[in-house]
């Protein structure tokens, strides 16, 4: 599946984005999808995942109650709102598709294919 995120951009902390990541290829709705990040110098990290059919959802705890992520099967994307965003919320974030459908499975390895990654930049 060829994933395509957008929706980055410099904010205020305090402030909201959301990003979108597009999906092509193989059936989108068959599989959980996910969102991660990385810091300069700093290794990728799991953000939050949501299952196939977008009934279970799983945060890391430094964004839960900021990020909300969700998805539209019909229009094969998922997105990534964040709000209340902080300086340590600066990165590039990425989406990417599962080889499972649970969202029970969110360690990188569990992900075959990844976006091109888009910038937020949070300003104190």
């Known amino acids: 599946v060829q994933l395509q995120a957008s929706g980055g951009g410099l904010v205020q902390a305090g402030g909201s984005l959301r990003l979108s990541c597009a999906a092509s290829?193989?059936?989108?709705?068959?599989?959980?999808m996910g969102w991660f990040r990385q810091a300069p110098g700093k290794e990728r990290e799991f953000v939050s995942i949501?299952?196939?059919?977008?009934?279970?959802?799983i945060y890391q705890d430094s964004v839960k109650g900021r990020f909300t992520i969700s998805r539209d099967n019909a229009k094969n994307t998922i997105y990534l709102q964040m709000n209340s965003l902080k300086p340590e919320d600066t990165a590039v974030y990425y989406c990417?598709?599962?080889?499972?459908?649970?969202?029970?499975?969110?360690?990188?390895?569990?992900?075959?294919?990844w976006g091109q990654g888009t910038q937020v930049t949070v300003s104190s």
């Open positions: 290829g193989r059936t989108f709705s068959s599989n959980a």
């Open positions: 990417a598709a599962s080889l499972y459908s649970s969202a029970y499975h969110y360690r990188a390895t569990a992900f075959d294919s």
């Open positions: 949501i299952s196939s059919n977008g009934d279970s959802t």
